[in-house]
């Protein structure tokens, strides 16, 4: 008897939620924010990422910071990623994801100027 093995049905990605969508969007917001307020441009980032032993192109930073792929899906950011990010941008890992205002200027930094910890700005008009 020649038994065949039963095949499995294939699964395609887990859909994201709302919450999923939320984070991954807040984290490339905090990304951006940062990057801007360290005046590096993306192809900086990008070096400074690889000068630190990792690889991470001009073009996957530019999806990360924009929340999306080419098709439009949601680009997730790996921990690998969020790690290297955080160690080229000079905060800790938490620091991206952290959901509560910056302890350094709680979210308001004074008229004119750019928080150098989270790079909020204020009075930009």
Known sequence: MNQQP????RRGPKARTEADTAI????????????????????AL????????HRMNISSLTRIELGHH???????I???????LAEALGVGPDRL??????PTCN???PHG???NDCGSEAGRD
Do not use: H, M, Y
Request: charged residues 20%; aromatic residues 4%; hydrophobic residues 45%.
């Open 107 to 109: 979210d308001t930094p």
């Open 46 to 53: 990008s070096a400074a990422i690889q000068a630190n032993g």
């Open 97 to 102: 994801l952290a959901t509560g205002p910056c």
């Open 70 to 76: 080419a098709t439009g899906a949601l680009r997730p």
């Open 6 to 9: 039963i095949e499995q049905p």
């Open 113 to 115: 100027f750019t928080c």
């Open 24 to 43: 991954a969007r807040a984290v490339a917001a905090k990304v951006a924010r940062l990057r801007r307020a360290r005046g590096l441009s993306l192809r």
């Open 78 to 84: 790996t921990v690998d990623e969020l790690v290297w």
